[in-house]
């Protein structure tokens, strides 16, 4: 079965800090991957999104991703956190075949004035 | 505006008492699915809709029914609930299977 692992539960940075959250999936075909936020006690928010092209794609609030395929990985960054970015991150992978999107665990992220 | 409304926003119930949750998309999207979400298991999908009168099972589907008679709506049915179903809820659409435009979500408690 198609997975998605997010290694870090919980990371703490201070504000302004840089900031990468890390997600790898299980091997397959070329997979459509996005990180979407939760805010406490928010719905879900799309940041970005990676279909295929430049693996290096931009998304919403300051943030981009990269894909690396030799590495099964999709890790999002962000070169100066601000306190408001404080909210749970999910790293999702689309079935590249049918309709099933896999989320993993959910990385928390804590901000330090 | 472009949405996807569920509700209720947040139910307390019994064991047993069936329930229906609601769920709308204004964006005439052929997919819809339905996630519940534990702390540190992420969100799991428990049914998705490819279109009307389409429907199939997700990660977790035992204890839930769907049903899909129009393309904008997407109920969740719990017809007999258990404790173990106490969790936040969210209903998603999409166009084409792209990304998911997310409900604000239902927090239920099965008592």
């Known amino acids: 079965a198609q997975s998605v692992t997010q290694p870090d539960i919980h990371i703490t940075v201070s504000e302004g800090a840089s900031l990468e959250l890390r997600c790898n999936y299980s091997?397959?075909?070329?997979?459509?991957l996005f990180w979407y936020v939760q805010s406490p006690g928010q719905g879900l928010q799309l940041l970005l999104k990676?279909?295929?092209?430049?693996?290096l794609v931009q998304g919403i609030k300051g943030f981009e991703a990269e894909f690396k395929r030799s590495q099964s990985s999709f890790n999002l960054r962000k070169p100066s956190v601000h306190w408001s970015d404080a909210a749970e991150y999910f790293c999702?992978?689309?079935?590249?075949?049918?309709?099933?999107?896999?989320f993993g665990p959910g990385t928390r992220l804590s901000v330090l004035p | 505006e472009a949405q996807v409304t569920q509700n209720p926003r947040y139910l307390i119930t019994v064991t047993g008492k069936k329930l229906t949750v609601t769920c709308s998309q204004n964006?005439?999207?052929?997919?819809m699915s339905w996630y519940r979400q534990d702390p540190g298991l992420g969100l799991r999908q428990i049914y998705y809709?490819?279109?009307?009168?389409?429907?199939d099972k997700g990660d977790v589907p035992e204890g839930y029914k769907v049903s899909r008679k129009e393309k904008r709506n997407f109920p969740l049915i719990l017809e007999s609930p258990s404790p173990n179903q106490t969790s936040l809820y969210f209903c998603?659409?999409?166009?084409?299977?792209?990304?998911?435009?997310f409900g604000p979500g239902t927090r239920l408690t099965v008592l």
């Open positions: 998603a659409s999409s166009s084409s299977s792209l990304d998911e435009f």
């Open positions: 091997y397959g075909a070329t997979p459509y």
């Open positions: 964006m005439n999207h052929e997919y």
């Open positions: 999702v992978r689309r079935d590249n075949y049918g309709q099933n999107f896999v």
């Open positions: 809709s490819m279109n009307v009168e389409v429907t």
């Open positions: 990676y279909f295929s092209g430049d693996t």
